[in-house]
């Protein structure tokens, strides 16, 4: 959308920062999407079984607009996006959720609104307290179920009225429903006050292509509706009211990217593989096995990183080795002979499990997490090795190790992998020869990598963690974001050193963290000698784009 700048006249610019979700540009009018609030009145009643059946009646129904919104969701981002609302239908029967709002009913003979409203207070609170970013985002999740049985309760349309043109939606936040509901084609992009980067807002938005900044400190009024914006999704910056000069650098810009854009998409199914013919694996992250769909369609050599600890953060109890096993086995198949790398359980740190009965730690990025939980609590282990052995056979699988920071650790991870296998052979269960890694994500392993090269088959380069461990800088704390710099020598030498290490001992070296996207140290990771990159799936086709037009024979400046 073009703006109208004689609308501009005796108009200041305003700029705001915040944070990014999908790079991008849009230019055009403001749509302030303001909810109806629904305000909640405590009623007496009598009957509460008839209360409580009423409950029962609007969760169905909201679990059947829920199915429906998979399934047009489904087709816009793919299943393993719009899974999200699979998940809340399976909210919608959580025991302790609906058990909190029907003992409310029951016990103080209030009506189902009320009720509902507690709970979800309640539950927001008990949520939002925790240390963990992954359950933090459950406080949204319980929210956007919540008020979604109230507006079927009450009867009313809560949600804002949506644009008839083309917009730049402006809200205090969005969920994910509200989210999935936007129409791309009168949507050029989102801007909130609130919400996270990891959220499943986010992620939609991102799956979406809609370029999108939340985390601004823009003041709500009335009198934005109307007015000419751009939003910079690179940079994270909105500019309200944009001088001529800002509207014509952002519209090259705009073109620009639109024009890289399409051609990336000409990519699929080439090789990746510098001008002077030097090729690289370039892979891809995942969490879980809806994400297989990204894997796939953004044509990604394999799965570089499995976090199975998702498989674990999604549940109230402990996987069985049965269904970790199904889980491993689907992501082996579905790659048909690609190989998919599973990370051992990294919980710990800021991945927190309730089950697992961990203590609280004063530093818990330094504490038990990752392989030593596993090394004290062998029958976890083992049963996770067990399911990633037995899913071998579906597929190309390899396993790797985090946290490592000695032999010794190595050595133990070694006997209980034998003891696993030599179990295996006596029950008969098949497995196929399965590569087994570690990750170097600690500055004790990068100085040592040259020890621990000879007991492994590969290197998987954890950058974020490695970058945090010798920088000093919680990566969890954001008021040392000024401290941090992504791109510090120490971090880059120690990489250097460990790719070094790796080939000295004929084994392969990849990164799998934050830094494998920065297409700003590409050139220089393959100069290192890093094998492979495994990146977030929407980021393979333009890494396979940079590397594609990089000239390693050239002397560096």
């Not at 209360?51 to 393993?80: P, T």
């Not at 049985?149 to 730049?168: G, H, N």
């Not at 597929?395 to 030599?422: D, F, H, W």
């Amino acid at each position: 959308m073009r703006a109208d700048t004689n609308k501009l006249k005796g108009e200041g610019m305003n700029q705001y920062k915040g944070k990014s979700v999908y790079g991008g540009i849009a230019i055009g009018r403001i749509h302030l999407m303001e909810k109806n609030k629904q305000r909640i009145m405590r009623n007496k009643i009598e009957d509460t079984a008839a209360e409580i059946r009423r409950f029962d009646a609007a969760r169905a129904e909201a679990k059947r607009q829920l199915a429906k919104l998979y399934n047009s969701a489904a087709a816009e981002v793919g299943e393993a996006n719009a899974a999200i609302f699979e998940i809340h239908q399976l909210l919608l029967d959580d025991e302790d959720y609906v058990g909190s709002v029907k003992n409310i009913i029951r016990e103080q003979g209030v009506n189902a609104e009320y009720a509902v409203g507690v709970t979800e207070d309640n539950f927001c609170e008990m949520f939002s307290s925790m240390d963990d970013a992954y359950m933090k985002e459950r406080a949204a999740d319980m929210k956007d179920i919540s008020e979604h049985v109230i507006k079927i309760l009450s009867d009313t349309d809560a949600d804002f009225a949506t644009p008839d043109e083309p917009v730049i939606i402006l809200a205090d936040d969005l969920a994910p429903s509200e989210t999935a509901r936007l129409d791309k084609n009168l949507v050029l992009s989102f801007v909130t006050v609130h919400g996270s980067v990891n959220s499943h807002t986010a992620i939609l938005a991102r799956m979406m292509g809609i370029p999108a900044v939340i985390g601004t400190e823009i003041a709500l009024s009335p009198e934005l509706e109307g007015k000419i914006a751009v939003v910079d999704g690179f940079e994270g910056s909105v500019y309200i009211n944009p001088d001529n000069e800002t509207l014509t650098r952002m519209r090259k810009r705009h073109d620009d990217a639109q024009k890289e854009q399409r051609l990336v998409q000409k990519l699929k199914g080439k090789e990746n593989v510098t001008k002077d013919g030097k090729k690289i694996l370039v892979y891809a992250n995942i969490g879980n096995i809806r994400e297989l769909d990204d894997v796939l369609e953004n044509d990604a050599g394999g799965v570089g990183l499995f976090r199975s600890e998702f498989v674990y953060l999604e549940r109230k109890t402990c996987p069985t080795e049965e269904e970790q096993f199904q889980i491993y086995k689907k992501a082996a198949e579905t790659m048909a002979g690609k190989r998919v790398i599973i990370r051992t359980i990294d919980i710990g740190a800021d991945k927190q499990a309730g089950y697992f009965g961990l203590e609280k730690e004063a530093n818990p990025a330094m504490g038990l997490r990752a392989i030593r939980i596993c090394l004290k609590r062998p029958e976890i282990f083992k049963a996770q090795l067990r399911a990633i052995y037995r899913a071998s056979k579906y597929g190309n699988v390899a396993v790797m190790y985090p946290m490592i920071t000695s032999l010794e650790e190595i050595r133990k991870i070694k006997a209980v992998s034998a003891e696993v296998k030599a179990e295996l052979d006596k029950e008969n269960i098949p497995y196929n020869n399965v590569e087994e890694g570690i990750m170097i994500e600690t500055p004790a392993a990068a100085m040592i990598s040259d020890i621990l090269a000879k007991e492994v088959d590969f290197f998987s380069i954890g950058t974020n963690d490695l970058s945090q461990y010798t920088m000093a800088v919680d990566r969890q704390n954001p008021q040392l974001d000024e401290f941090f710099n992504p791109h510090h020598e120490a971090v880059l030498r120690m990489i250097e050193i460990t790719c070094k290490n790796a080939h000295a001992a004929d084994i392969w070296v990849g990164i799998c963290g934050e830094l494998g996207a920065d297409l700003e140290l590409t050139e220089r990771f393959l100069r290192m000698g890093v094998d492979e990159l495994s990146v977030p799936p929407s980021r393979v086709l333009p890494l396979r784009n940079r590397i594609r037009n990089l000239d390693l024979s050239r002397a560096v400046n």
